[in-house]
């Protein structure tokens, strides 16, 4: 008596009768290299204390994953700055003045500091709410 019978998908890499696992690595990226640039890229992957494949596997999605600039995100972060200090010093100096005493200026600076820390990471989300509304909006009606 024989069980039911599993082709093998031909593209696959994988033995035959094993299916890939949600999460799992099974592909691979293959590349070239001169002796010199093996020896170099073995270095690195030993000063950092990591097998090759882990090093070079996440030296290549760490810069698969970096963003390039884009110059209507760094607009609108500066933009979210300037209207985030302006509004935090005129609120801090209001308080200031209610209480009898003025603005520091390690304030200011405090001010400007956190402003400049989450910039980028507010105009992004500006960016993706707008890009979600227009996207709600164009969407067909079911």
């Given at each position: 008596?024989?069980?039911?019978?599993?082709?093998?998908?031909?593209?696959?890499?994988?033995?035959?009768?094993?299916?890939a696992k949600p999460g799992f690595r099974t592909k691979t990226a293959a590349t070239r290299l001169t002796p010199e640039e093996l020896?170099?890229?073995?270095?690195a992957a030993e000063a950092?204390?990591?097998?090759?494949?882990?090093?070079?596997?996440?030296t290549a999605l760490c810069a698969a994953r970096q963003r390039p600039a884009d110059p209507v995100?760094?607009?609108?972060?500066?933009?979210?700055?300037?209207?985030?200090?302006?509004?935090?010093?005129f609120h801090a100096a209001s308080q200031a003045a209610s209480e009898g005493g003025q603005l520091s200026p390690d304030s200011v600076l405090k001010i400007r500091d956190q402003a400049d820390a989450r910039k980028l990471q507010q105009a992004r989300k500006l960016l993706e709410e707008f890009f979600a509304r227009v996207g709600k909006a164009r969407?067909?009606?079911p």
């Open positions: 008596m024989s069980g039911p019978r599993v082709q093998a998908d031909p593209q696959s890499s994988l033995p035959f009768g094993e299916e020896a170099e890229i073995e270095a950092a204390g990591q097998a090759l494949s882990e090093w070079l596997r996440q995100e760094l607009v609108l972060s500066e933009v979210w700055a300037v209207r985030y200090t302006l509004l935090n010093l969407a067909p009606m």
